[in-house]
């Protein structure tokens, strides 16, 4: 048989061959991961083939003897090169898909059993004569009678790469889609026309055509890889996760988050967190040979695996990393880290998104490692967060929130005999309420605070709340004035945020809520936490001042339960401070907590604070508290919250058993 080949084609699809590889050089991609070493295998096959189809067609033209062994060399060089391009191809879109992983290499070692026969048909060919044959005397060159079956498993493994990416084709980008649906069209074609017209070589051409689209539809998608650190892009990570959970395929997700950024970033500057969290990236991509390492939300990299000792593997490594000191701009830095383990995360990922499940347990959970293994608990726990994110969201739009106050019980003695109060019984009687603000479900049942107020600061909204709630609580004590007055309720305590301070207007519009309501700001306490005491705004003093020069008392909230200390006490100027909760613990059974908390006590009076014990639960704490001259009570052996239209009819009911207000006491 005589046979004419397109040389002006192939030389083409090798000029392409050879401009991809040196676009590839001089521009350093150094794509990672296993799908872009396919993408390079494919592409180093595509050159073979057109290479060796060049150099076949040329000996078939020259028709020397001396030739005829590099003839067979160089055809059977080009039908192993086709028959591997099509096996790849296929693997290509296994790994696009999720398939491709170590669990899953006995799939991918069978499928290649068309691949495998095929090579051995070829490697064969110039012995047997199965594939082609060439006759050096009649320079007749031939096809031999297995021939077919090279076209047909390039067939087999184009229709498997279609009928697989349209079955996952809700996890695969379009592009890929696309490219990979051209590639396998093209081989399709022009297989077709080389089978029934021998003198029409172009599938070499096809091949490296397909290898062009695949290679720049890698390089120029913005979402498939992170600029700054060549980690696959969350959106991959979506992709990824979604397809591996459709599927219901065991693996694991190990996230590492640099929970140090902030101090690092005033410390030496955002670029000394970026490289930080680069070589953090790169650590990872290195433990797991370059592949599915993906970039989330800030300096938050996530790794897939599928099998539990490797993610084990993987947290013990990370851990080491953590543990050494990084040279970063000229100065010695660790990284601290937090690490989430979600073992057999498929079980999690079909009960919640997993994305926001990662970031609830980075902000509400302190272990350094946390791993979660299909955790019911904490999935109805982050449920719960979910629903409330979605009623705060819409109390916030509607104004539909609740007040509660809690009365507070208020200790004074009359002068005795000798004109001392030190020698006078003393009496309680409830003079103080603090606000509270409750949100109630759909179902009636009712958010708790820590939990919806948390939700608020995160999503930016906790000042519109508090301000909304105090012009709530303005109106109702606008609204029943006589009878604040009747019970001379002369204090009511309402919390601020340390996001409220951000707002430099905060004491004007508070100020402003009381004019309209008539509300005199003598009657206000606002109680901030030592949160807001460790702020660095000029906004939280002008605020502070602002609101004592017109008569407000300022007063620390939960003094204990973190790291404020004396000399953060004087340096704001408070009113009083409230003991936390934790410190009467033990109280009375523990002679060295009730030491510890009565020299609290004295030493804040000695401060000129006045003193208010929170979590009063029994008589003996309170008769001791009373003794120890703590000025205010409050806890639910006095009183438990009440809603604002039930707190009158309370008051009203203690009046027989329990002195309100103070009318006719001595100052």
């Keep these: 048989m005589s046979v004419t080949y397109n040389l002006d084609l192939l030389f083409a699809a090798l000029i392409i061959c050879l401009c991809m590889a040196i676009h590839a050089v001089a521009t350093h991609t150094t794509f990672k991961g296993c799908g872009p070493r396919l993408l390079y295998g494919f592409m180093a096959f595509s050159f073979l083939d057109a290479g060796a189809d060049i150099v076949a067609s040329l000996f078939i033209q020259r028709s020397a003897q001396h030739s005829l062994i590099a003839l067979y060399l160089a055809d059977v060089v080009l039908y192993m090169a086709q028959a591997c391009l099509a096996y790849l191809l296929f693997v290509y879109c296994i790994y696009l898909t999720g398939f491709l992983h170590k669990e899953k290499k006995a799939f991918v070692i069978g499928s290649g059993i068309f691949c495998f026969i095929a090579l051995a048909i070829v490697i064969t060919t110039p012995i047997t004569g199965w594939v082609f044959s060439f006759d050096p005397e009649t320079h007749a060159y031939a096809y031999g009678m297995l021939r077919p079956f090279l076209f047909f498993e390039n067939g087999v493994y184009g229709l498997c790469c279609l009928i697989l990416m349209a079955h996952e084709a809700r996890y695969v980008r379009f592009v890929d889609l696309l490219t990979?649906?051209?590639?396998?069209?093209?081989?399709?074609?022009?297989?077709?026309?080389?089978?029934?017209?021998?003198s029409v070589a172009v599938t070499g051409f096809a091949a490296v055509l397909g290898t062009l689209l695949l290679y720049m539809a890698m390089l120029y998608s913005t979402d498939m890889r992170d600029a700054e650190t060549g980690l696959l892009s969350q959106g991959e990570f979506r992709r990824r996760v979604a397809s591996l959970t459709n599927r219901g395929d065991y693996f694991n997700i190990t996230v590492l988050s640099l929970s140090n950024r902030q101090h690092l970033h005033s410390l030496l500057g955002s670029k000394a967190v970026s490289d930080l969290f680069a070589r953090m990236s790169s650590n990872?991509?290195?433990?797991?040979?370059?592949?599915?390492?993906?970039?989330?939300?800030?300096?938050?990299?996530?790794?897939?695996?599928?099998?539990?000792?490797?993610a084990t593997y993987i947290e013990g490594v990370v851990l080491e990393w953590l543990s050494?000191?990084?040279?970063?701009?000229?100065?010695?830095?660790?990284?601290?880290?937090?690490?989430?383990?979600?073992?057999?995360?498929?079980?999690?990922?079909?009960?919640?998104?997993?994305?926001?499940?990662?970031?609830?347990?980075?902000?509400?959970?302190?272990?350094?490692?946390?791993?979660?293994?299909?955790?019911?608990?904490?999935?109805?726990?982050?449920?719960?967060?979910?629903?409330?994110?979605?009623?705060?969201?819409?109390?916030?739009?509607?104004?539909?929130?609740?007040?509660?106050?809690?009365?507070?019980?208020?200790?004074?003695?009359?002068?005795?005999?000798?004109?001392?109060?030190?020698?006078?019984?003393?009496?309680?009687?409830?003079?103080s309420c603090e606000v509270l603000t409750r949100l109630k479900s759909p179902d009636g049942s009712y958010i708790p605070p820590d939990l919806f107020i948390d939700l608020a600061e995160k999503?930016?909204?906790?000042?519109?709340?508090?301000?909304?709630?105090f012009e709530r609580l303005c109106a109702f004590m606008e609204e029943n004035a006589p009878y604040f007055v009747e019970r001379n309720i002369v204090d009511v305590k309402f919390n601020l945020s340390a996001l409220d301070f951000a707002s430099e207007r905060l004491a004007d519009e508070l100020l402003e809520c009381m004019?309209?309501?008539?509300?005199?700001?003598?009657?206000f306490t606002f109680e901030i936490t030592e949160s807001v005491l460790s702020l660095q705004m000029?906004?939280?003093?002008?605020?502070?001042?602002?609101?004592?020069?017109?008569?407000?008392?300022?007063f620390l909230d939960d003094f204990?339960?973190?790291?404020?200390?004396?000399?953060?006490?004087?340096?704001?100027?408070?009113?009083?401070?409230?003991?936390?909760?934790s410190l009467l613990r033990g109280i009375p059974g523990d002679p060295q907590a009730a030491r510890f908390y009565r020299g609290i006590v004295d030493v804040l009076h000695h401060l000129g604070k006045k003193v208010v014990a929170e979590g009063v639960s029994s008589k003996e704490q309170a008769d001791l508290l009373i003794a120890w001259n703590v000025d205010m009570l409050q806890g639910f052996y006095y009183a438990r919250p009440v809603l604002s239209g039930d707190l009158l009819a309370f008051l009203d009911s203690c009046a027989g058993t329990t002195q309100v207000g103070w009318a006719g006491w001595l100052d």
Excluded at 181 to 198: C, E, Y
Excluded at 515 to 523: I, L, N, Y
Excluded at 538 to 551: F, K, M, Q, T
Excluded at 560 to 581: F, H, Q, T
């Design 180 to 198: 990979v649906g051209t590639t396998v069209v093209l081989t399709f074609v022009t297989a077709i026309m080389q089978a029934l017209f021998a």
């Design 284 to 310: 990872l991509m290195g433990i797991s040979s370059g592949g599915h390492v993906y970039r989330l939300e800030g300096p938050t990299a996530a790794l897939i695996t599928y099998r539990q000792s490797d």
């Design 324 to 431: 050494r000191y990084h040279l970063v701009r000229g100065v010695e830095v660790r990284a601290d880290g937090r690490i989430v383990r979600i073992s057999n995360a498929v079980r999690v990922t079909k009960a919640t998104d997993v994305e926001a499940m990662i970031g609830y347990v980075l902000s509400h959970r302190d272990d350094r490692t946390q791993i979660i293994d299909a955790d019911e608990a904490l999935i109805s726990e982050y449920r719960a967060y979910q629903e409330a994110s979605v009623v705060l969201k819409d109390a916030v739009e509607n104004n539909s929130f609740e007040i509660a106050l809690q009365p507070l019980i208020e200790v004074r003695r009359r002068k005795g005999n000798s004109g001392s109060k030190r020698d006078a019984a003393p009496i309680t009687a409830f003079a």
């Design 459 to 469: 999503t930016g909204s906790i000042h519109r709340l508090t301000i909304m709630q």
């Design 515 to 523: 004019e309209r309501h008539a509300v005199p700001a003598s009657v």
């Design 538 to 554: 000029e906004s939280l003093g002008g605020a502070i001042d602002h609101l004592r020069e017109a008569g407000c008392r300022i």
């Design 560 to 581: 204990g339960s973190g790291y404020a200390n004396l000399e953060i006490i004087n340096r704001v100027p408070l009113d009083g401070v409230k003991l936390d909760m």
